[in-house]
């Protein structure tokens, strides 16, 4: 029932979890941003040298890929990745080649032929202050969602044109989309259209549109494009967006015709990386629908492109194929796929990291290929790839893969017949869930947290944009406003503080109180103890008096005065070395058998390999149990029984000590004994119980006792005691 509760909690935290995160993609998207995560878009404008004019109609091509223009303002933008070369050519100047470096704004100027240098043409913006403001926004993108939208709104206030406000619109609506804010997203490119009208930013819109699940909304954007204003490339990314929402409205038939003519388009004009895509998109189309021989072969195609192109896109192909095998139960293909990605993998892994959230790590790809060897029945070679998943899962921090690896790799024991170690695979499992549970919970409330600052920072920008359709006067009290604003948030800001430095201080104050109950209780069990050992050594002399043994009583006297001083020395200790606990449990045991020597022997032993000095034991912790074994369990053997102390070595940092008798047992001696009797050595244990729990609480689990019979299970004779201690070193 446990694990079933544990289960159900867990589910509806990643429900939760997915909610809060936003919109999330399936297996479209997520290929399609890993692929695009590469791509940026370049700003940049041409003009003379000289003259500072601006140069229209230039043509500006990616080798192998995207193309535009410049408008009548010498502007352009192309999408690039970093190492693309970039051909500017025009029929007023000779052709002008240069190698993408990074997506900043980049001005292009045009010398006389005489003096034509292609390093000297290329320079970054550096006189315009709305422009860096962009640029520095584009930078942060990745790395910070809230610096990077207020290096935005600081641009909008800067914008001097509807174009720059367009601008300025569109990158915020970028970010929202990098960071799965589809929604806001809509609405910034809406805002950026209203201002000028742009075919990259309608494109950009029906994406968003469909990631926000807004299909039919996302097809009518992109059917009313005027495709003769398109570039090719751009032309190919409007039948590939058309494809993808038709995939994901289920419409297979009329996706694989909007990728097929996509593919067309790319084909003819050389679109390398597009081709790839587009025939992997079609194989998918064909497999979703059904037919599987065409994915097949659509599969094939993909998977020889990508591998031609660069091993990151061959990754991914590979693992999609295999994914693709899989649900088709082609398992020995999956196989061979997937151990070509991993030895992919593992060199892209020594120039960079992959992201556990990736589907292309190590520890993924060897579950799956367990997961197929266990489909296949091959236990005996589906283990290997399970328990390296595990390794490789914990040791990068990936808890969803050790959770399935282990649930996965207590099935196949499960199988195979070894239900010990399925069993010990599966409470591993059951930590897996419960560390992932913690993680999510963590996760929602960060999400949650991102989202609110983000959709503050978005009230924000829509109130700017509001405020520059308002007279001067307007804006400038509306400027006060803000201040006004500001100072309310921050005095709220730092009311906050104070309450959450006041609660610090009650924190510390309560737990400085606890402290102090701890100690003041410790001190009383001590108390208590102290004059229950003096109680029960005074009867042992008293007894000797009794027997008229002067001498005997004498001797038992003097050793007796030895180990009160020492036991009085330690009672206002915690804890005390543990060489003087063996020193005291040594002249205590010699006490007990000076009055009961003909009741049984006993023996002391510490482990060569143990440093006494370097462990610490709590005062009198060991006596009370071996006062119990000779009073309520030894004395009353019909033989002469063995009383046994050992110090063993357990671990690096902890050791054993075992103290067991061959008496008569607990049950058999609380049988014997009267109420009174019963009451008192419930009392002692009692106390010892308390002193253990409040050590434990403030020195962090230091002891641990565990008490049994010696010889479980005997139903006839003595069946002794045994109490194992077991303490930490600090």
């Not at 000028?196 to 309608?202: A, I």
């Not at 989202?451 to 924000?460: D, G």
């Not at 409040?694 to 010889?711: C, G, R, S, T």
Request: proline letters at 1%; a neutral charge.
């Amino acid at each position: 029932m446990k694990h079933i509760k544990l289960y159900i909690s867990y589910i509806l935290f990643i429900i939760c979890s997915c909610t809060l995160y936003g919109q999330q993609s399936d297996a479209i998207e997520t290929e399609g941003q890993i692929k695009n995560e590469a791509f940026f878009y370049i700003r940049g404008l041409v003009k003379e040298e000289e003259s500072s004019e601006a140069i229209k109609d230039v043509n500006v091509e990616i080798n192998g890929g995207a193309y535009t223009s410049s408008n009548g303002a010498g502007e352009f933008r192309v999408r690039a990745k970093i190492g693309d070369e970039l051909i500017i050519s025009h029929k007023d100047f000779e052709t002008i080649y240069y190698t993408v470096k990074s997506d900043e704004r980049i001005t292009v100027n045009v010398l006389p032929k005489t003096s034509y240098s292609s390093s000297k043409l290329f320079k970054r913006t550096q006189n315009n202050s709305f422009n860096n403001l962009i640029d520095s926004a584009l930078v942060y993108k990745k790395k910070s969602a809230n610096k990077s939208i207020q290096f935005v709104t600081e641009s909008i206030k800067k914008s001097e044109s509807v174009k720059q406000n367009a601008e300025a619109f569109e990158v915020l609506a970028d970010i929202y989309m990098h960071w799965k804010q589809y929604d806001l997203a809509v609405s910034n490119y809406r805002i950026s259209l209203n201002s000028y009208n742009s075919n990259e930013v309608k494109l950009k819109l029906g994406e968003a549109y469909m990631l926000n699940s807004n299909y039919q909304e996302s097809v009518s954007v992109l059917e009313e494009l005027n495709q003769k204003e398109l570039s090719n490339y751009q032309l190919v990314e409007l039948n590939e967006g058309l494809g993808d929402v038709f995939y994901k409205m289920k419409d297979y038939t009329k996706s694989v015709a909007s990728y097929n003519k996509g593919l067309s388009i790319a084909q003819k004009h050389l679109i390398a990386p597009k081709v790839t895509d587009l025939n992997s998109k079609i194989a998918q189309s064909f497999d979703a629908s059904g037919s599987t021989d065409k994915a097949k072969k659509y599969y094939s195609n993909s998977l020889d492109l990508a591998t031609q192109e660069n091993k990151t896109r061959a990754i991914k192909e590979k693992v999609k194929v295999a994914d693709f095998n899989n649900s088709n139960r082609n398992f020995d293909d999956e196989i061979r796929l997937r151990q070509e990605a991993i030895l992919d993998i593992k060199d892209i892994e020594k120039d960079s990291i992959i992201d556990i959230e990736s589907s292309y790590t190590i520890q993924k790809q060897n579950y799956k290929i367990g997961n197929a060897l266990y489909m296949q029945k091959n236990y005996a070679e589906a283990i290997p790839y399970l328990e390296k998943s595990i390794v490789e899962a914990g040791e990068r921090e990936d808890l969803v893969v050790e959770k399935d690896a282990n649930r996965k790799l207590s099935e196949v024991f499960e199988e195979s017949g070894d239900y010990e170690s399925a069993r010990k695979t599966y409470d591993e499992y059951i930590k897996s869930v419960e560390a992932l549970f913690v993680k999510k919970e963590q996760q929602i409330t960060q999400a949650a947290r991102f989202n609110k600052s983000i959709a503050e920072k978005q009230n924000r920008i829509t109130s700017l944009e509001s405020d520059r359709e308002l007279s001067e006067s307007r804006y400038q009290l509306n400027q006060e406003q803000n201040k006004s604003q500001k100072i309310i948030i921050y005095s709220l800001i730092g009311g906050l503080l104070l309450l959450l430095f006041a609660a610090y201080l009650m924190y510390k104050y309560i737990k400085q109180q606890r402290l102090a109950n701890n100690l003041l209780a410790l001190k009383s069990l001590r108390s208590q103890m102290n004059p229950h050992f003096i109680f029960n050594a005074l009867n042992s002399v008293n007894s000797f008096i009794a027997t008229n043994d002067e001498r005997t009583a004498n001797k038992y006297l003097s050793d007796f005065s030895k180990l009160m001083r020492a036991v009085l020395e330690n009672s206002e200790q915690d804890f005390i070395p543990l060489a003087k606990e063996v020193e005291l449990l040594q002249l205590y045991t010699k006490l007990e058998h000076f009055r009961f020597q003909d009741k049984f022997d006993y023996n002391i032993t510490v482990d060569e390999a143990i440093n006494v000095e370097d462990y610490q034991i709590p005062p009198m912790l060991l006596q009370p149990y071996i006062e119990n074994a000779v009073w309520h369990g030894l004395r009353y053997k019909e033989e002469k029984g063995q009383l046994d102390i050992s110090i063993t070595k357990k671990s690096k940092d902890e050791i054993t000590i075992t103290i067991t008798d061959n008496g008569i047992g607990r049950e058999k001696s609380k049988s014997l004994k009267t109420e009174n009797q019963q009451k008192q050595n419930s009392k002692g244990m009692g106390n010892i119980k308390k002193r253990v729990a409040i050590l434990n609480e403030m020195y962090k689990d230091k002891v641990d006792v565990f008490i049994d019979e010696l010889y479980k299970g005997q139903t006839e004779g003595d069946i002794g005691t045994k109490v194992v201690v077991t303490l930490k070193r600090d």
